[in-house]
């Protein structure tokens, strides 16, 4: 079965740092996305991306945060200058429109922790 | 735009029956329920799209009423695997919003 993939796995870093964040998602889907979630916490909406541009994004996702899609399949999280509340799951999705409904069912990456000492 | 889930958390014994339900104070495009392990990706488990439907597979089944303000997700004879945290969602525009979670744990 069609698999979302992320790396790395876990990545541990300095407060102040910079961390790319990688995902590759389903290669036939088109809508791609970032979601974080703080340990214990909600799953929350950092950005949506369609057709190589952001279609939609939270107010999580400020100027600290950018995301790419550097070749044919990958799909880049950048987090500039880590803070330590960084720190949480972030996971990779991405969805195609179910046909005839409109509907997105989205495909999840198992995740890529992030540790901010 | 969240929606809201109750309960926030649930214990049942194996065997027991459980509902979930999600709520919105406005009319939700489609409803779409995910069940997430500790340390794990959410996993998808059923989209609804009309008003009145139900639908369902093995001992999990889930309801989206008329409005398409709530839906419930049901758990019936709840197995050892049942347990994790469940998430409705919606989607706005091209943005998937995950409901507030339950979390479902089952005991021997």
């Known amino acids: 079965e069609p698999e979302v993939t992320q790396t790395p796995s876990h990545q541990v870093t300095q407060m102040g740092q910079e961390v790319i964040l990688r995902c590759v998602p389903i290669?036939?889907?088109?809508?791609f996305y970032w979601y974080r979630q703080i340990l214990g916490q909600k799953v929350e909406f950092l950005v949506s991306?369609?057709?190589?541009?952001?279609?939609?994004k939270s107010e999580i996702f400020d100027d600290q945060f950018s995301v790419e899609r550097p070749d044919g399949s990958n799909f880049t999280l950048k987090i500039r200058s880590t803070k330590l509340e960084d720190s949480a799951m972030y996971f990779c999705?991405?969805?195609?429109?179910?046909?005839?409904?409109?509907?997105?069912?989205?495909?999840f990456g198992a995740g890529s922790r992030l540790t901010v000492l | 735009q969240q929606p809201v889930q109750s309960p926030q958390a649930v214990i049942l014994r194996e065997g027991e029956d459980a509902v979930i339900n999600c709520s919105s104070s406005?009319?939700?495009?489609?409803v779409h329920w995910y069940r997430q392990k500790h340390g794990e990706a959410p996993i998808f488990l059923m989209i609804l799209l009309k008003g009145g439907e139900q639908k369902g597979h093995d001992k999990i089944s889930a309801s989206f009423n008329e409005k398409k303000q709530q839906s419930s997700l049901y758990l019936t004879a709840s197995q050892l695997s049942y347990s994790g945290t469940y998430f409705c969602?919606?989607?706005?525009?091209?943005?998937?919003?995950f409901g507030t979670g339950t979390s479902l744990t089952v005991i021997p």
């Open positions: 969602g919606t989607t706005t525009g091209n943005q998937f919003y």
């Open positions: 406005k009319a939700l495009y489609s």
């Open positions: 999705a991405s969805s195609e429109v179910l046909r005839g409904s409109g509907a997105n069912v989205l495909t």
């Open positions: 290669s036939n889907h088109l809508y």
């Open positions: 991306f369609y057709n190589n541009e952001i279609s939609e």
